[in-house]
């Protein structure tokens, strides 16, 4: 009943920038907190970024210092701004939700399609 749609992702060069969006529709009581990981083949789902409701942001070690994740609590849509790009930031980057169900007790977590990010040197 949860959709979560991501846009943003392409090929940029070493030291390029992207920007990652994704918006959560459907059956939604509320949304805690949202976030991007990412996945390079053979490899395991990584985080990248969280953001909590009230803004309190978590970041992968890799990333602090080029990536930002934002968010718009009204429109349900997480952001992640990608600068400095490498080449090992290549992966598909996955948009999660962690939703509160509706009997208030339990959370569930929804993610996106994913979305291609390739950097190239």
């Known amino acids: 009943q949860v959709q979560l749609v991501e846009s943003g992702g392409g090929l940029v060069q070493a030291g390029g920038s992207l920007r990652l969006s994704c918006v959560a529709s459907g059956s939604i009581f509320r949304i805690n907190a949202m976030g991007w990981y990412r996945q390079a083949p053979g490899k395991q789902r990584d985080l990248v970024a969280t953001?909590?409701?009230?803004?309190?942001?978590n970041y992968a070690e890799y990333v602090k210092g080029r990536f930002t994740i934002s968010r718009d609590n009204a429109k349900n849509t997480v952001y992640l701004e990608m600068n400095s790009l490498k080449p090992e930031d290549t992966a598909v980057y996955y948009c999660?939700?962690?939703?509160?169900?509706?009997?208030?007790?339990?959370?569930?977590?929804?993610w996106g399609q994913g979305t291609q990010v390739t950097v190239s040197s």
């Open positions: 953001i909590t409701r009230g803004g309190t942001t």
């Open positions: 999660n939700a962690r939703l509160l169900r509706y009997d208030r007790t339990t959370y569930n977590d929804y």
